[in-house]
């Protein structure tokens, strides 16, 4: 059974930094890709950022591009946002998205989300 799980939310001040992990479990495919969106109050959900797992190729929001870098290691199936310069409007709901085939279909993962808040 597929699992995603995230770590490393909390509290920060502007422009420090964090680092988010997102463990996934039970893959037994290759390709697709792992991602972040996030959420804040009253918004809609946003991709942030996303990394394929063939090739390494990666999509950064235009929002956090230049402050945000993802990465991820396909041997352990795990993917990291480091995030830095973190501004008060980065504060949200992270959740890790895995996207793999699972049959003949594309199929979507989700973590059950990371709280960040940027406030000082």
């Known amino acids: 059974q597929v699992q995603v799980v995230e770590s490393g939310g909390g509290v920060v001040q502007p422009g420090g930094s964090l680092r988010l992990s997102c463990a996934a479990s039970g893959i037994s495919v290759r390709g697709g890709y792992m991602g972040w969106d996030r959420q804040s109050p009253g918004k809609v959900r946003e991709l942030v950022a996303r990394v394929y797992r063939g090739g390494g190729s990666t999509i950064i929001a235009d929002a956090v591009k230049g402050r945000f870098t993802i990465s991820s290691d396909n041997t352990k199936n795990t993917m990291y946002l480091q995030m830095n310069s973190l501004k008060p409007e980065d504060t949200a709901v992270y959740y890790c998205?895995?996207?793999?085939?699972?049959?003949?279909?594309?199929?979507?993962?989700w973590g059950q989300g990371t709280q960040v808040t940027v406030s000082s």
């Open positions: 998205n895995l996207h793999i085939l699972t049959g003949a279909r594309w199929t979507d993962y």
